[in-house]
């Protein structure tokens, strides 16, 4: 393998595997593939709804492909393109289900593709959260189900846990180190010098793909226990009538405090690893408590905030039923447009069954796809007054708002779920 050329597939091209495909398309032949067509066309006409892509950078890959230098970037849904290249990376979705389950879905699917396309030598290296274990126990027998090869002897398998935060301008793709790791320790160097040739900040070669799994899960619940932590002091602090934000600036002049922050915990990691790592706890016999009681306070938090801008509207006097709230930003960072997991929805419809009327405006957020995840309609324009207002997202445009204009009368509440807004402006915050 390392003496022939490396035609690399991306699979799947969302937040993960288009910057992974840009920088790979710099110095490789590169096929990024993705079964949507409608992403295929407008990647081809350089454009990018994620926001997360360098399309400069794009440009110049693909440029290096129409100049025909043996490397360079092109798009294609079409499966039979698959079959050029040598090296797979799969960077589908992993969300969970209903019932907080893993659900391997577009994991599965895409490696029933790849078994149809699957020849001798090629390597096969999974991107994609998973608990431990997963690439061998269920991704394997799926590729050899379809190819009719056998593991480990006509095919290899990698895996190197992506570290892709969306929105994050600064600690890109290059500027994260990498976790790598092969299904043999030959595959394991060349995987690892794979990711070397593209990611400047350097490579970590892990002794298993069990171990670089296992890595990337307790990564995310390791941020997401100690945020249940702050979030469950801020339950504690509210009963008490204390700030959680001066305790937090207090605690944090000692140098070994961490200053983690309350908030709402959502996204495509840390909301959803932990349930990857504990179901495969759960498997073995043994039910994690720290990991799942942390789960258990952070998913509460959307309902908390909720009930306590309905608590604080009637203690000023506010008939609930049919008032009018904004809900600022539904994205479940600031200044980026992802809306995966978002628990802003938590709120939305906490105050819903209130029987209050809700306005959701998020300028970052596309309201097509906000329409078809959640069925909220985003207001494009703030154009009404509120009874209720909670800032969700802190997103920079936020701070240039109006809030007394906003307001329909000096008794209005404003909650502040980040601490974001100057403190006089607010009647309380996380």
């Not at 990337?216 to 801020?234: G, H, M, P, Y």
Request: with cysteine; proline share 4%; aromatic share 10%.
């Amino acid at each position: 393998m390392e003496n022939i050329s490396k035609n690399i597939a991306i699979i799947g091209l969302g937040y993960v595997g288009l910057p992974l495909a840009i920088e790979f398309g710099k110095k490789y032949f590169v096929l990024g593939f993705d079964i949507n067509k409608g992403r295929i066309e407008e990647l081809s006409e350089g454009k990018d709804r994620t926001k997360e892509a360098d399309l400069g950078g794009m440009k110049e890959a693909m440029d290096y492909y129409k100049d025909g230098k043996g490397k360079g970037l092109w798009f294609s849904y079409d499966t039979s393109d698959l079959r050029s290249c040598n090296v797979f990376i799969v960077t589908v979705p992993t969300p969970i289900d209903q019932f907080k389950a893993p659900d391997l879905t577009p994991l599965i699917k895409a490696s029933e593709m790849l078994g149809k396309v699957l020849k001798r030598g090629d390597i096969v290296i999974y991107e994609s959260t998973v608990y431990p274990g997963c690439t061998e126990e269920d991704c394997v027998p799926v590729l050899e189900k379809f190819s009719g090869l056998k593991f480990n002897i006509d095919f290899f398998c990698g895996y190197s846990p992506e570290r892709i935060n969306p929105g994050d301008k600064v600690n890109t793709l290059t500027k994260i180190k990498k976790v790598t790791s092969g299904s043999t320790p030959e595959i394991a160097d060349i995987v690892d010098r794979l990711y070397a040739s593209v990611i400047t900040a350097g490579t970590h070669k892990a002794p298993s793909l069990k171990v670089a799994e296992a890595s990337k899960a307790i990564e995310n619940a390791q941020r997401d226990v100690n945020i249940s932590f702050v979030n469950e002091l801020a339950l504690i602090f509210e009963r008490m009538g204390i700030d959680t934000t001066d305790v937090i600036e207090a605690a944090g002049t000692k140098w070994n405090f961490l200053k983690y922050r309350p908030g709402l915990v959502g996204g495509h990691c840390i909301g959803v690893d932990p349930y990857y790592l504990a179901h495969k706890a759960e498997s073995l016999g043994y039910h994690p408590q720290v990991i799942l009681s942390g789960r258990r306070v952070n998913d509460m938090m959307g309902m908390f905030v909720a009930n306590k801008v309905v608590k604080l509207m009637i203690k000023k006097g506010h008939k609930i039923n049919l008032s009018r709230a904004l809900i600022l930003g539904i994205t479940f960072k600031e200044d980026c447009p992802d809306i995966r997991n978002s628990k802003v929805i938590d709120i939305y419809r906490e105050l819903l069954q209130f029987g209050m009327k809700v306005d959701v405006y998020d300028p970052h957020a596309d309201k097509y796809e906000v329409e078809e995840e959640y069925g909220i309609h985003l207001v494009q324009k703030i154009s009404s007054t509120y009874e209720a207002i909670v800032l969700a997202v802190s997103h920079q445009e936020f701070l240039s708002l109006d809030f007394k204009v906003l307001c329909a009368d000096g008794s209005s509440i404003i909650f502040d779920t980040k601490s974001f807004l100057d403190r006089s402006l607010v009647d309380a915050r996380l």
